[in-house]
C-alpha cells in the first residue's frame, strides 16, 4: 500500500498511527520540496520498556525528537526521560505527560528559528536521551539530525 500527501505549502508537526490485526512493517518518507531532501522514518512497531536516542548537538548540528503515545485505551502517559552526555554523566530527568494519542517533538537545545528548547543541557554537546515507558504504557520515539547544511537524516530510536 503507498499513501501519498500533497503536502503543505508551510512545515507542519504530527503523527499517524496505523492499527492492524496481523503484523506489518513499513516506512514514511518525508520530502523537503524546495531541495528533495528526504529523511526515511520506519514504522514502530516494537513495544519496549524504553528508547534511547543519541543526539549531536556540536557544529551547530541540531537535533529533533519526537515521542508518542500509542498506549491501547485512551490512556495519559507520564514518561520518565532522562539526558545523558557521551560519557554517560547524568545531565537532567524530565517528564512528559503525553494525553491519549498524543505526541510531543521539538528541537532538543537550539533556539528559534528552530523551535522551542526543550531540554537546555544538551546545548553544544553529544550525549543521549532515554524515554523510559511507563507500566501499562506502549510508546514510540524518533530522532532527526539536522546539520547547517539543511540534509535531514532520521536517528532511528534504540531498544532499552
Known amino acids: 500500500l503507498t499513501v501519498l500527501s500533497a503536502g503543505s505549502p508551510t512545515l507542519l508537526e504530527g503523527s499517524a498511527q496505523l492499527t492492524t490485526s496481523g503484523n506489518i ?3 514514511a518518507i518525508f520530502r523537503y ?3 528533495g531532501q528526504e529523511a526515511v522514518v520506519p514504522i514502530e512497531s516494537r513495544n519496549a520498556t524504553g528508547y534511547l536516542l543519541a543526539f549531536d548537538n556540536t557544529s551547530s548540528i ?3 525528537i519526537s515521542v508518542n503515545n500509542i498506549t491501547s485505551g485512551q490512556q495519559q502517559v507520564s514518561i520518565p526521560v532522562v539526558v545523558r552526555d557521551d560519557s554517560g ?3 537532567g530527568q524530565h517528564n512528559l505527560l503525553l494525553a491519549p494519542n498524543g505526541e510531543f517533538s521539538g528541537v532538543l537545545a537550539q533556539a528559534p528559528p528552530l523551535g522551542a528548547v526543550l531540554f537546555p543541557e544538551t546545548a553544544n554537546i553529544r ?7 511507563p507500566a501499562g504504557a506502549q510508546i514510540g520515539a524518533l530522532g532527526v539530525r539536522t546539520p ?3 540534509t535531514y537524516t532520521t536517528l532511528p530510536s534504540l531498544v532499552k
Open 148 to 150: 547547517p547544511t539543511r
Open 89 to 91: 554523566n547524568l545531565l
Open 25 to 27: 512493517s513499513g516506512f
Open 33 to 35: 520540496n524546495p531541495t
Open 62 to 64: 541540531a537535533t529533533s
Open 127 to 133: 550525549g543521549t536521551v532515554e524515554f523510559d515507558t
